[in-house]
């Protein structure tokens, strides 16, 4: 469920008893298709089943536990408009609907959630970490890592390597500086220095031109010439514009990490430890193609609401919500240790991939990184941080 032609996909749950011991979960996955730009490069062209695949897979994981205890799944997948979200939306709430692993924009999100109260969302591709904080709802749980999550992964190892003194090169639109926020706040979180930034202007034109590269070689280092002294460049574009390109276009020879070079992600086709190597061999059994993060967000959804509907053996969509809330829920995710939730704010715990396009260079929380808690809260906002009030009560 998520990206890439800025996919935004819906799963939908509905449970409904059939009898006294058998449990039926009839799911449903829901991608809206945001018109944008194509990728720079066409490695990262979106699959046409990105999402539904990854859906497809958990419920055959679900089923399989489920027959066991006279469960049962059924998946019914679906796209649509973003205009028409909503409208999907309360169709299905209407025939009995009641827990949705939606992915969409963080605008589209707050709007379905807020028009049907009564109804569980999980957001599986939504970054924004204001939806985990301000904006934050108590009928949604967040699978999808927080771009706090995603920046603080990318401080850690910085501070591991002692690569201290920062070059932030930003883009022009808002999302771009949103993100370069959350890099400036992790730097102060983790006692490193910000010693230079430049903002690159997004002046549209074409962005895979034949030629596109040779005014990408002069033009690059130019705009990022003569910095102040750095160890690493951190790259803050959420809007695909620049940041491929800066690898080797530098001005000085430095690493480069964050939108381009080493890349912090939920999941990615080289993962083969903890188990991965027979979870992406079932995957491309199944969809004959690469998982990719959109994929594996929306299987790890849709597995947290099966396993808990084996722990509690309920369908009910409150009784599954404050079970996977509760220190009782944990769920293997192909990572190196289980996932859980924060109760204060919704947020799947997760550890973060640091990818560089072939392998897993790292895996963040990084050692060392210490929590009363558990480490992965040294990922995102912490309880202390959190302004979510949301969630105040549940256990």
């Known amino acids: 469920m998520r990206r890439c032609v800025h996919i935004l996909t819906a799963a939908v749950l509905v449970v409904t008893a059939t009898a006294a011991t058998a449990v039926e979960v009839k799911l449903g996955m829901v991608r809206v298709d945001y018109p944008t730009l194509r990728p720079i490069s066409r490695l990262d062209e979106t699959p046409s089943d990105s999402g539904f695949s990854g859906a497809q897979l958990a419920v055959q994981d679900n089923a399989t536990t489920g027959q066991f205890l006279g469960q049962t799944y059924r998946l019914d997948t679906r796209n649509t408009m973003p205009e028409n979200a909503l409208e999907v939306v309360r169709k299905l709430t209407s025939q009995g609907v009641r827990i949705i692993a939606l992915s969409a924009r963080p605008a589209d999100l707050l709007a379905v959630a807020d028009a049907q109260t009564d109804t569980l969302f999980l957001n599986v591709s939504a970054s924004a970490t204001h939806l985990r904080a301000g904006d934050c709802r108590g009928n949604v749980l967040h699978i999808t890592p927080s771009n706090a999550m995603r920046a603080d992964a990318v401080a850690q190892f910085a501070s591991v390597k002692r690569w201290k003194r920062w070059f932030l090169v930003h883009g022009s639109n808002d999302v771009d500086r949103v993100m370069a926020d959350e890099y400036r706040r992790s730097a102060i979180k983790?006692?490193?220095?910000?010693?230079?930034?430049?903002?690159?202007?997004?002046?549209?034109?074409?962005?895979?031109?034949?030629?596109?590269?040779?005014?990408?070689?002069?033009?690059?280092?130019?705009?990022?010439?003569?910095?102040?002294?750095?160890?690493?460049?951190?790259?803050?574009d959420a809007s695909d514009v620049f940041a491929p390109y800066l690898p080797f276009h530098l001005w000085d020879p430095r690493p480069t990490m964050g939108a381009s070079g080493l890349r912090p992600v939920?999941?990615?086709?080289?993962?083969?430890?903890?188990?991965?190597?027979?979870?992406?061999?079932?995957?491309?059994?199944?969809?004959?193609?690469?998982?990719?993060?959109?994929?594996?967000?929306?299987?790890?959804?849709?597995?947290?609401?099966?396993?808990?509907?084996?722990?509690?053996?309920?369908?009910?969509?409150?009784?599954?919500?404050?079970?996977?809330?509760?220190?009782?829920?944990?769920?293997?995710?192909?990572?190196?240790?289980?996932?859980?939730?924060?109760?204060?704010?919704?947020?799947?715990?997760?550890?973060?991939?640091?990818?560089?396009?072939?392998?897993?260079?790292?895996?963040?929380p990084q050692e060392g990184f210490l929590h009363q808690t558990s480490p992965l809260d040294t990922l995102g906002l912490d309880r202390p941080e959190s302004p979510c009030t949301a969630f105040e009560g549940d256990p």
């Open 190 to 236: 983790f006692g490193l220095d910000i010693a230079d930034e430049r903002e690159i202007l997004d002046t549209g034109g074409a962005r895979r031109a034949d030629t596109g590269h040779v005014a990408v070689q002069r033009q690059i280092p130019v705009l990022v010439q003569n910095p102040s002294r750095h160890d690493v460049v951190i790259a803050a």
């Open 266 to 364: 939920s999941f990615n086709p080289a993962t083969e430890a903890w188990g991965g190597t027979q979870f992406q061999s079932r995957f491309e059994k199944l969809a004959n193609r690469y998982v990719t993060e959109a994929d594996y967000d929306a299987w790890l959804g849709l597995r947290a609401v099966g396993e808990a509907v084996v722990r509690t053996g309920s369908n009910d969509p409150q009784v599954l919500r404050d079970f996977m809330l509760s220190d009782a829920f944990e769920l293997a995710a192909f990572k190196g240790q289980p996932v859980t939730f924060r109760d204060w704010n919704g947020q799947m715990r997760q550890p973060i991939l640091l990818f560089d396009g072939r392998i897993n260079a790292s895996v963040s």
